[in-house]
């Protein structure tokens, strides 16, 4: 892992966007369905195609630039004005594009993992910055977070610091959806911490003393 691009670690001033990504040689193995790594210009089905993943495949790394997706007012969730579930309820509607910000972080830190590639020795090094629009096509990680933002002013998020609701205090939301965005690593650590930490407060001071454990 190469964590020089990441989050404040280096000067954003002259590359007007924030946040960052790591870049790491993350090899899950030759995967014969999701791993079939083919050159630029290699045909997208056929014999060529099938040559190409056979020469390919066993001779082929792979550099992941895994970047953060800042909160933008484009992006947000809102209820389907359309579709409803089996109750005739509407279905939660997500709407999510790369913002500029974004584009110019991937493209930035893509350019530096393509220089390593190179210094490397790769004979063929091809770089994927991230483009819009965005697409569910094509697999993107699925570390999605914010819905139900942790936040200390009832105006501006959904849960308090423990997970609780500031409308309904029986009501407790863990998950990712607490953070307003996913900041370069997998989420999954700091979900895990978070959820012990909810838990131990609904234990020790919801349960005995059922209400709201943050006042506004």
Do not use: C
Request: proline share 8%.
């Amino acid at each position: 892992m190469i964590d020089e691009f990441s989050g404040d670690n280096f000067d954003h001033g002259p590359h007007k966007f924030i946040g960052g990504a790591y870049v790491g040689a993350i090899m899950t193995n030759g995967r014969p369905i999701e791993f079939h790594p083919t050159p630029p210009g290699t045909p997208a089905w056929g014999l060529g195609w099938k040559q190409a993943v056979a020469r390919h495949y066993n001779h082929t790394v792979v550099l992941t630039v895994h970047g953060s997706s800042h909160p933008t007012r484009a992006n947000y969730l809102d209820l389907d004005p359309t579709y409803k579930d089996a109750w005739g309820l509407p279905l939660l509607r997500m709407t999510f594009d790369f913002p500029d910000n974004d584009i110019r972080m991937s493209s930035y830190v893509t350019e530096k993992a393509v220089a390593i590639g190179r210094a490397m020795g790769g004979k063929t090094v091809a770089g994927a910055p991230r483009q819009r629009p965005y697409t569910t096509m094509v697999y993107q990680t699925t570390h999605n977070t914010g819905g139900a933002v942790m936040g200390d002013d009832p105006k501006t998020s959904v849960v308090n610091r423990y997970l609780q609701s500031w409308d309904v205090p029986n009501v407790f939301v863990v998950g990712a959806s607490a953070f307003a965005h996913n900041a370069t690593y997998n989420p999954t650590d700091t979900v895990g911490a978070l959820t012990y930490w909810a838990l131990d407060a609904i234990k020790n001071q919801y349960l005995k003393s059922p209400g709201p454990m943050v006042r506004t």
